[in-house]
């Protein structure tokens, strides 16, 4: 298999319809009623047919809610320039035409701790609550490569995730679960292509077809150098596992999005909005240029590109940032890369409410921030949304807690009307004037990153690294003088007991040397050590020339080949990442 060979879906892929280019009126004033009638007439009839809308939209005196609204004229003629209509281009309004009208947001809660049998449980759990769709957190050692019996993995293993060895571990944490009809996303980077890989093995083994498989992995490694550190290899070895990744999914897994461009850690680590978005957009240009560069078409792969955002307490600041994001990335897309698809040009996104705005003082207070969150994302029109359990600040999620913040969702799905109409705060002085500040001030960052040769020069550099760290201690500074109140923390402060006791999931110690003798049974017992040599060895003399690395690493997988061992076979071809400043 080439890296790039041709897609058997590619003739369906260039049906998506071509980023609609309306004929401007040139008389002053634009007749946006005809325009919006023939947005209903094309854009959301095709939508209906796919989707229908959810019944009973009324107003509580009975009234219908109305899919939509728009100004009634547009004298300075640039309403379709700047906002457009939900589902076109710019997609300021939106990336779908009905929106939350026909189907929500997927609703996941992200969950990951000890070994697979106790996180499918919570799973199955999750999903009997309501949740749907799967959100996978690993632990540190799966993360950095490394597994539960290496010494780097010493008192780590479970703790902040899931630990995941080998596709043993992986076919337990997917056991009974409904993988070929609801979608999962993978919070993994480094180790992106093996997990991946394992979920892919498992779905075989249960009788799915790989074209029926829906998720995402994160595999987005710039921030990691920016933002939260578990990376392995250098950057040009990291981008070449990333568009192969794009290749391999595109001809063998066309429903999965292989990228979740991440400005979640970037804002966690400090950032303002601002910088989220120009240096997520940052990263997300330089991965289009790399794939390029690869020999694929930008609307080959476009289309599965997807991001992930946070969702802080400033809530008009935060559903402006969505707004812009979209508007931004749909110019950059189009004039930047000449892209043909309107589909190309889609900013497709998940949320989570932001971990660190969380407080371990009067831990309740964070049900209503994260409440708070949660409703910028739908407002902002987000495509997924975890939201953050009320003890994160503390310890992982209990049940309890987990399912408060599962009820967040729903009760904003199906309670608060925010989900009725589309793009609903569309037309607010303060959210139009701040969308529009939000693009500039990410343009701005945008073209500096330029001037610097791209993305990876900006990191190499330490830039983007250190207008986070600025941004950070200037936040800090503002809390530790008050003129930043949090609730509880440094003002309306209360004397209380922290939570202890069966209020906190704590994770087993004896679970690790549990993992490490799974491990070691597995390794001598349960698999052909010749088979996964000659897959280990194939995957390194692949990995010295240009070859597409997904299928051999598949087969290595197959072997019961171990995270860390296929790891270590790409550290020593690829050699490991050391920051020069």
């Not at 058997?8 to 325009?35: F, T, V, W, Y």
């Not at 698999?527 to 997904?550: F, I, M, P, T």
């Given at each position: 298999?080439?890296?790039?060979a041709?897609?058997p879906?590619?003739?369906?892929?260039?049906?998506?319809?071509?980023?609609?280019?309306?004929n401007?009126?040139s008389e002053?004033?634009?007749?946006l009623?005809?325009?919006?009638?023939?947005?209903?007439?094309?854009?959301?009839?095709?939508?209906?047919?796919?989707?229908?809308?959810?019944?009973?939209l009324q107003?509580?005196?009975?009234?219908?809610?109305?899919?939509?609204?728009?100004?009634?004229?547009?004298?300075?003629?640039?309403?379709?320039?700047?906002?457009?209509?939900p589902?076109?281009?710019?997609?300021?309004?939106?990336?779908q035409?009905?929106?939350?009208r026909?189907?929500?947001?997927?609703?996941?809660?992200?969950?990951?701790?000890?070994?697979?049998?106790?996180?499918?449980?919570?799973?199955?759990?999750?999903?009997?609550?309501?949740?749907?769709?799967?959100?996978?957190?690993?632990?540190?050692?799966?993360?950095?490569?490394?597994d539960?019996?290496?010494?780097?993995?010493r008192?780590?293993?479970?703790?902040?995730?899931?630990a995941?060895?080998?596709?043993?571990?992986?076919?337990?944490?997917?056991?009974?679960?409904?993988?070929?009809?609801?979608?999962?996303?993978?919070?993994?980077?480094?180790?992106?292509?093996?997990?991946?890989?394992?979920?892919?093995?498992?779905?075989?083994?249960?009788?799915?077809?790989?074209?029926?498989?829906?998720?995402?992995?994160?595999?987005?490694?710039?921030?990691?150098?920016?933002?939260?550190?578990?990376?392995?290899?250098?950057?040009?070895?990291?981008?070449?596992l990333?568009?192969?990744?794009?290749?391999?999914?595109?001809?063998?897994?066309?429903r999965?999005?292989?990228?979740?461009i991440?400005?979640?850690?970037?804002?966690?680590?400090?950032?303002?909005?601002?910088?989220?978005?120009?240096?997520?957009?940052?990263?997300?240009?330089?991965y289009?240029?790399?794939?390029?560069?690869a020999?694929?078409?930008?609307?080959q792969?476009a289309?599965r590109?997807?991001?992930?955002?946070?969702?802080?307490?400033?809530?008009?600041?935060?559903v402006?940032?969505?707004?812009?994001?979209?508007?931004?990335?749909?110019?950059?897309?189009?004039?930047?890369?000449?892209?043909?698809?309107?589909?190309s040009?889609?900013?497709?996104?998940?949320?989570q409410?932001?971990?660190?705005?969380?407080?371990?003082?009067?831990?309740?207070?964070?049900?209503?921030r994260?409440?708070?969150?949660?409703?910028?994302?739908?407002?902002?029109?987000?495509?997924?949304?975890?939201?953050?359990s009320?003890?994160?600040?503390?310890?992982?999620?209990?049940?309890?807690?987990?399912?408060?913040?599962?009820?967040?969702?729903?009760?904003?799905?199906?309670?608060?009307?925010?989900?009725?109409?589309?793009?609903?705060l569309?037309?607010s002085?303060?959210?139009?004037?701040?969308?529009?500040?939000?693009?500039?001030?990410?343009?701005?960052?945008?073209?500096?990153?330029?001037?610097?040769?791209?993305?990876?020069k900006?990191?190499?550099?330490?830039?983007?690294?250190?207008?986070?760290?600025?941004?950070?201690?200037?936040?800090?500074?503002?809390?530790?003088?008050?003129?930043?109140?949090?609730?509880?923390?440094?003002?309306?402060?209360?004397?209380?007991?922290?939570?202890?006791?069966?209020?906190?999931?704590?994770?087993?110690?004896?679970?690790?040397?549990?993992?490490?003798?799974?491990?070691?049974?597995?390794?001598?017992?349960?698999?052909?050590?010749?088979?996964?040599?000659?897959?280990?060895?194939?995957?390194?003399?692949?990995?010295k020339?240009e070859?597409?690395l997904?299928?051999f690493?598949?087969?290595?997988?197959?072997?019961?080949?171990?995270?860390?061992?296929?790891?270590?076979?790409?550290?020593?071809?690829?050699g490991?990442?050391?920051?020069?400043?």
């Amino acid at each position: 298999m080439t890296r790039w060979a041709c897609c058997p879906e590619e003739e369906r892929r260039n049906a998506h319809p071509p980023i609609i280019e309306r004929n401007p009126m040139s008389e002053g004033k634009k007749n946006l009623e005809e325009q919006k009638q023939a947005w209903e007439s094309n854009a959301v009839e095709a939508s209906l047919k796919r989707i229908p809308e959810r019944v009973s939209l009324q107003h509580s005196w009975g009234a219908p809610v109305e899919r939509l609204h728009t100004p009634t004229e547009d004298p300075q003629g640039t309403y379709e320039e700047q906002l457009g209509f939900p589902g076109e281009y710019p997609f300021t309004r939106g990336v779908q035409p009905t929106m939350y009208r026909s189907r929500f947001w997927t609703m996941r809660q992200y969950a990951g701790f000890g070994n697979a049998k106790e996180t499918n449980e919570r799973f199955h759990y999750l999903l009997k609550s309501g949740q749907t769709g799967l959100s996978v957190a690993f632990d540190l050692p799966t993360q950095m490569g490394y597994d539960s019996d290496h010494p780097m993995a010493r008192g780590e293993v479970g703790r902040t995730g899931v630990a995941i060895d080998s596709l043993k571990d992986m076919e337990t944490l997917l056991d009974g679960l409904p993988i070929g009809k609801i979608s999962t996303s993978m919070t993994i980077n480094s180790t992106a292509s093996v997990l991946l890989c394992m979920y892919i093995a498992v779905a075989e083994k249960q009788g799915i077809p790989w074209d029926q498989l829906r998720g995402t992995i994160q595999n987005d490694i710039l921030k990691e150098y920016v933002a939260r550190g578990t990376y392995i290899y250098p950057p040009a070895p990291s981008m070449r596992l990333i568009t192969d990744i794009f290749a391999f999914c595109r001809e063998q897994v066309p429903r999965w999005n292989p990228i979740s461009i991440s400005g979640y850690h970037i804002r966690e680590a400090g950032a303002t909005a601002v910088q989220e978005v120009a240096f997520t957009l940052a990263h997300a240009i330089a991965y289009v240029e790399a794939a390029l560069e690869a020999g694929l078409e930008v609307d080959q792969f476009a289309p599965r590109l997807s991001f992930f955002f946070a969702a802080q307490n400033d809530l008009l600041e935060e559903v402006s940032k969505f707004r812009a994001a979209r508007r931004l990335w749909a110019r950059l897309m189009k004039n930047r890369f000449g892209a043909k698809l309107a589909k190309s040009c889609k900013l497709r996104f998940h949320t989570q409410t932001a971990g660190v705005t969380l407080t371990a003082q009067q831990p309740e207070n964070n049900i209503v921030r994260v409440a708070i969150q949660a409703l910028s994302a739908v407002l902002g029109g987000t495509q997924s949304l975890h939201t953050n359990s009320l003890d994160e600040a503390i310890a992982l999620p209990t049940e309890r807690s987990a399912r408060i913040a599962l009820r967040t969702q729903q009760i904003i799905a199906h309670e608060s009307g925010a989900a009725q109409t589309v793009d609903p705060l569309a037309g607010s002085y303060y959210v139009e004037s701040l969308t529009d500040q939000i693009e500039e001030l990410a343009n701005e960052y945008l073209d500096k990153i330029d001037q610097m040769g791209g993305a990876i020069k900006a990191i190499e550099a330490g830039f983007i690294q250190d207008e986070i760290a600025q941004s950070a201690y200037t936040l800090q500074k503002q809390i530790e003088n008050t003129s930043r109140v949090v609730v509880g923390v440094n003002d309306f402060i209360t004397e209380e007991p922290p939570l202890s006791g069966e209020q906190i999931l704590r994770v087993d110690p004896a679970g690790e040397q549990a993992q490490v003798e799974a491990l070691a049974t597995l390794r001598n017992q349960e698999r052909n050590q010749d088979a996964v040599e000659k897959a280990l060895q194939d995957l390194s003399e692949a990995a010295k020339g240009e070859q597409n690395l997904l299928p051999f690493i598949l087969s290595a997988v197959k072997t019961y080949a171990t995270v860390g061992e296929i790891s270590d076979i790409l550290r020593k071809e690829f050699g490991i990442h050391r920051p020069s400043f």
